[in-house]
């Protein structure tokens, strides 16, 4: 089996890579219009087929960090967003967008600096990334959020993104969080979001992780 793990579509300014460690298969980039990814073809990716302004949208619409756009000089094109998200996908993962720095995530693995898919049913075999574990094990949470955190938070900014050994995730900077509804939820600087799949107040932890002895880097 190949060990490739990120592959590059060449083109006459850009280069658009796709990552498979952090594909979660979405979609966004398949069924977005236009001839920049099409299914079947060989190479199913070619960025001279487009212009520069769309293959950027397109590949920023992969909420996963897969799929990138590089200069001639290999510099990741994407400015980061001006507010730092995460949103708590129906019955999947947590889904950050923003100025991101995520422990965890290769030297290599560019886009997670912008966009990521975070683990949060606990079974993920890639933690803290998710890799679709959540439909094997049926996790179900359709991403609603009791809390409502700060009335006001300043934009943007730095966001870590911390695990904590056998617990939960630590998110410090400023953002905020979007239920599974899409509805704008809580806000805030800091909080401790559920990675074991089992706290009674997700997406937030709540220990449960230490009664079901969850292990994880």
């Not at 756009?69 to 999947?92: F, I, K, Q, R, Y």
């Amino acid at each position: 089996m190949s060990k490739t793990t990120i592959f590059e579509y060449k083109g006459n300014s850009e280069t658009v890579t796709w990552d498979r460690r952090l594909c979660i298969h979405v979609g966004e980039c398949g069924r977005a219009k236009g001839d920049l990814f099409v299914q079947g073809r060989k190479p199913w990716c070619d960025p001279n087929l487009t212009d520069r302004a769309d293959t950027q949208t397109v590949v920023t619409r992969c909420p996963t960090g897969a799929l990138a756009v590089h200069d001639a000089d290999g510099l990741l094109v994407e400015a980061v967003p001006p507010e730092n998200t995460v949103t708590v996908s129906n019955d999947g993962p947590l889904y950050l967008s923003g100025d991101l720095a995520v422990d965890g995530a290769a030297d290599d693995m560019h886009s997670t600096s912008r966009r990521v898919a975070l683990c949060r049913c606990g079974a993920s075999k890639n933690k803290p990334f998710c890799d679709n574990s959540h439909r094997e094990i049926e996790f179900r949470d359709a991403g609603s959020v009791g809390d409502t955190g700060l009335l006001e938070i300043e934009a943007g900014g730095p966001l870590q993104v911390k695990r904590i050994p056998d617990g939960p995730l630590e998110v410090a900077g400023n953002f905020s969080i979007r239920a599974g509804s899409g509805r704008k939820a809580w806000s805030g600087r800091k909080a401790y979001l559920c990675r074991c799949g089992q706290s009674a107040n997700k997406p937030f932890c709540d220990g449960a992780h230490k009664d079901v002895g969850f292990q994880a880097d």
